[in-house]
């Protein structure tokens, strides 16, 4: 994974932000997440968390299809 494909899924980024609420996942700021294509293709889920204009990326990989299924029907929802 390397940085430049985690900010192009933040450019190419089409859905809106989905909120970590697991317990087991818990922070504050609360972890949001989105999943994304790079300009290759390749779809990342990034979790990230937001304090102002500073964002510290807590993990991107490659979802599993259930991950998908849920942006899918919650992120890609109209804003």
């Known amino acids: 994974m390397k940085q430049d494909e985690i900010l ?3 450019a190419n980024r089409v859905g809106r932000f989905l909120f970590d609420t697991r317990e087991d996942h818990q922070s504050d700021p609360c972890t949001r997440w989105f999943i994304a294509e790079t300009n290759f293709g390749r779809k990342l889920k990034v979790a990230f968390i937001a304090r102002g204009r500073v964002v510290t990326i807590r993990t991107a990989y490659d979802p599993n299809d259930e ?10 929802q109209a804003i």
């Not at 998908?68 to 890609?76: A, D, E, F, L, T």
Request: proline letters at 0%; one cysteine or more.
């Open 8 to 10: 192009e899924c933040f």
């Open 67 to 76: 991950e998908v299924r849920i942006y899918n029907k919650y992120g890609m």
